[in-house]
Every structure is written in C-alpha cells, then in structure tokens.
C-alpha cells in the first residue's frame, strides 16, 4: 500500500511540471485586420421605361427604340409611327460611396406579345448626363452619393404582332457593385 | 478567452464586407401600347387653284365675291362640296359670274329664273381653274379633310381677301382604298378699294386624317 502511495506522489508531481512548462514554449504573432467600410449601395426603381401608342405595320419591320435620354428612334417603313402617349426611359437612383468606382449592368427580360420582341438598344445606358454608352459600364458614383441611371429600350414589331396590345413587354434590371 | 471573442469579432467584420460587395439590383418595367393602324396617308398637288381674271368694282364702296364651287355629282372627290351651303348646281364646272356675291346679295340662276346682277362690276374675265390635289389613301377607311387658308399679306392688303368657304373646311370620306383626286375650289372677295394686282392670294393647307 505504502508503495503504491508513493507512485501516485511522482505522477502527481509529474503532471504538475507537464502544466508548468506548457506555457513556456507558446508564441504569439499579431494579425492586421483591416476594412474598407462603404456606403452599402441601394438601387431604387424610379420609372418605369414606356413605348407610348406604336404602330404594328402590315409588312417589314418596325424598330422603335426609346433612348437611354428619353428620345425616340424608329426604322422601318412609312408605316412605323410613334402614335401618341408618352416616350420614357426607364430611371434608376443608385445611392453609393461618394466618388467610389461602381460598376453597372443593365439586364433585359422580353415579355411581348408574339411578334414583337423587347431588348437593349444600342447604348442603352446613361449615368449621371453623361452620354450613353454600353449595358455595362465603371463609374465613379456622384460626389454627392447618389447616382442617377437612364435606360433605354428597343421593341422590335412585326406584322404577325398583335392587332391591339396594351401592356407590359418587359423588364429591365440595373445590377451595380462597387469595383 | 480574449483573444478568441478578438477573432470571432474579426471573422464577422470579414463577412460584412463580404455582404457589400454582392450586386444590389432593382428592377423597372417597360410597357407599350401596340396597335395596327392603316397606313399613312399621302397627299401631293397636282395643280394650283387659280381665280383667272376677275373685275375690281366699279364702286370703291363696294365688293364682289368670287366662288370655285365644286359640285358634289363629280365622281372626283368636289370640295368644297356647294360652297357656302348654297345649292350650286354647276355640273363639273362651278364657277361662273353666277356665283357672285355683290355687297352680300347672292345672285345666281339656280332658281331657273334670268341671271341678272345689278351691274356688270363683277365678273371672271379670264376662265379660273380649280387645284387637284392626288389622295394616296392606301386603307379602305373612311377619313376626314380639313382645310385652312392662309391668306397672303399683299394681297390682303391690297383689298384682297382669299378663304375657304366656310361650312365645308371639312370633308368627310366615306373610304378611299387606292387613290382619288381631291379638287378644291375657294371663295375671293376683292373690295372696290383694291388696285391691279397678279399674284399669289394665298395658300391652302389640307390636312387628311383617318377617322
């Protein structure tokens, strides 16, 4: 019994130096941590694109494009005719890091009838004034942390379109993230 | 135990940032009004309407008023169709010194009865002719003509007044599938006051549209 005591004594101490010197043979090294905090950026929808009245001919094609500064452009023959209502390109508030490279994409869905066809012109985005250029495109956002992006749109018509259609033809999507 | 709650703070950091750099998107509709229409429609001159010759009265104190009456049995399209509401009966031919109106008084044979003005101030020396306007009117569909008259500044001036006749500005077709030829005619006044004068009185615009 004595013995066994005893062995239990050196374990005992054993493990207390184990403990002892575990501490002495740590290192340590440091890490940077670094961020760039941003204005997160938050698009908002402000108007919706709209063609007005066109005309569907009754033979060739109609390309009636609503630019990305509110114009309007047609080809086709005598028959392609801006009717009436109002011509609008679509609007966007893009709300940023002041000055930050931000970089934008428009993206078109078609829904028209059959016979027409809603898609990108050519240019079909302006931001901030300045002149339109591709569906994707690397801008500082304004200074004053709000940017503003224009959209154009083209709907291409044929004869086989739908005599009377009122409605929607389709979508439009600005996707931004900064550089 | 405070280094570990250091890198669990640094992890959520990271995964902020992360979170900023997904795209942000919205979204817009397009939208529009699509309808078949009939084809546009085309209109071209063909010939000028002239007054010929016609008399400045005799009378400073009074006016004479010539008429290109159009009569509505002409398989052309006429217009103005029975200028000023009268019943002109001319058969292709509408103009004459019996469409002339003297200080207000109509005088014209269309009762039967004799032709007999006042006096002789006012008549057309040299034969008028009306304007023929070519209608391009590819749609089977009835449309309307309107007319308004520009009266030019010399002439007017000089005493010399160029109108269209008044109820009949406007023309309603029935249809007109192919092409028809629009003749026009119009309405002169030239008071006793008014001195020689050649040249233009005026100008029509006409205007088609489908109804």
Redo the contacts between chains.
């Keep these: 019994m004595g013995g066994g005591t005893l062995i239990r004594g050196l374990m005992s101490v054993g493990a207390a130096m184990l403990l002892l010197v575990m501490p002495s043979v740590a290192s340590e090294a440091d ?1 940077t ?1 670094s ?2 905090l ?1 204005t ?17 001919p ?1 033979s060739g094609t109609c390309v ?1 494009d609503v630019t990305a500064m509110g114009g309007s452009v047609l080809s086709g023959g ?2 392609c ?1 801006f ?1 009436a ?1 109002q011509i609008l390109q ?3 508030s893009v709300a940023c890091e002041a000055d930050a490279l931000v970089t934008y ?1 428009v993206i078109y869905t078609n829904s ?2 059959s016979g ?1 066809t ?1 898609s990108a012109p050519s240019n079909p985005m302006a931001i901030d004034g300045f002149a339109a250029s591709g569906a994707l495109q690397t801008r500082a956002c304004d200074a004053d942390g709000l940017s503003d992006v224009n ?1 154009g ?1 083209r ?1 291409t ?1 044929t004869p086989s ?18 550089e | 135990m405070d280094r570990k709650f250091s890198y669990i703070g ?1 992890a959520a ?2 995964a ?2 992360g979170q ?18 009939a ?2 429609m085309g209109l071209s001159t063909l010939s000028n309407v002239s007054f010929g010759t016609v008399t400045i009265p005799s009378d400073a104190s009074e006016f004479c008023t010539y008429f290109l009456t159009v009569d509505d049995t002409d398989p052309a399209l006429s217009w103005p169709v029975n200028a000023n509401g009268f019943n002109v009966p001319h058969p292709q031919v509408g103009f004459s010194e019996a469409d002339v109106i003297i200080n207000g008084a109509w005088y014209n044979d269309n009762s039967g009865g004799s032709y007999d003005p006042p006096h002789e101030s006012c008549a057309f020396i040299d034969p008028p002719s009306y304007g023929e306007i070519d209608v391009d009117c590819p749609a089977d569909a009835p449309f309307s003509l309107t007319a308004t008259a520009t009266q030019d500044g010399g002439a007017l001036y000089n005493g010399i007044s160029f109108q269209v006749p008044g109820q009949d500005a406007v023309l309603s077709v029935s249809s007109c599938d192919g092409s028809r030829n629009l003749i026009v005619g119009g309405r002169l006044e030239v008071a006793g006051t008014a001195t020689p004068y050649t040249g233009s009185v005026g100008t029509y615009t006409i205007e088609a549209i489908y109804d």
Excluded at chain 1, 40 to 56: H, K, M, N, Q, R
Excluded at chain 1, 161 to 178: D, H, K, N
Excluded at chain 2, 21 to 37: F, G
């Design positions: 890490v941590a961020a760039e941003v997160p950026i938050d698009i908002v929808g402000e108007g919706d694109l709209s063609f007005g009245t066109l005309a569907v009754r009636y005598a028959e005719q009717l209502g679509a609007e966007f994409e028209a009838p027409a809603f959209a749109g709907l018509v379109a739908p005599s009377s259609f009122t409605g929607q033809v389709g979508t439009i999507r600005l996707e931004a993230q900064y | 640094l950091a990271a902020l940032i900023q750099a997904l795209a942000q998107s919205a979204t817009v509709d397009a939208s529009a009004n699509v309808v078949a229409t084809p546009p």
